[in-house]
């Protein structure tokens, strides 16, 4: 396994990859989890060599707190990496390899979909989401890159800015992988206490509860019934919950028949956001 710092030497290597070869690319921010592993074995089987990015990207996070306390563990991340059978190179740059000094992000029009949910509730998240993903796939080049489900609305949000930029590259969207307690798996689960752990399973459970009773149950009481198992948790902090359209991500009143609609959650443990999302129909 090879490990480049400098986006220079990644594009020179990648440059001369056979034409016929297949580039696959995991980009992350590192503290990998089974959820990412799951994304590299993918990538692994449907391409001849798999780039995975390690950069917590500044520009994406809206609160300071959050960026410094965000996990990072690179030596772990790169022993797991190279426990996996096949072509695996990692790009594991500094800052100043991706950004001049002002460390700026790129004003993006999505369409809309940024300003719902996420990006409602993280200014300029999705700005800096674009800015980055933009400049990594233009130096990996990869034929394919993968994206886990439990960012929906990123993996939208990609999907769109590839078309926007006509990025010669297919996005993949890859199911949430999940602990033996249903809690999405996420590197920010390893900031979580024993306890927040157990009690983080409500939003889980919530979204099951949801999809479970969706066909038979108005949006709006749905609502309520959420807001409720929240109340009945104080421990976890509701930020919203969202029953969204899948392709406009528009929170939805009313069902409509030929719509598919998915139920998101962002919730605190403590000082710890945590997202979640599940197909209703
Ligand atoms: O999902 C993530 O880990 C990040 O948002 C991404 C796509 C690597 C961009 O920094």
Redesign the pocket.
Known sequence: MVIYSQKETLAQALSSVAKNEKIGFV???GALHKGHISLVKKALDENNLVVV?I?V?PT?FNNPADLAKYPRTPEDDILLLKKLKGDVIVYLPEVSDLYDASVSAKKYNFGNLENEMEGKHRKGHFDG?GT??SKLLKIVKPNTAY??EK?FQ?LQIVKKLVAMEKLPVKIVGCPILRESNGLAMSSRNKRLSTKQFEEATIIYKTLKEVRDKFSSTSITDLNALVAERFLQNPNLNLEYFEIANEKTLKTAKRRNRDSKYRAFIAAFAGDVRLIDNMPLN
């Open positions: 980009p992350t921010m990015s950069f990207n994406q989401v980055i993903v994206f886990g960012d990123q």
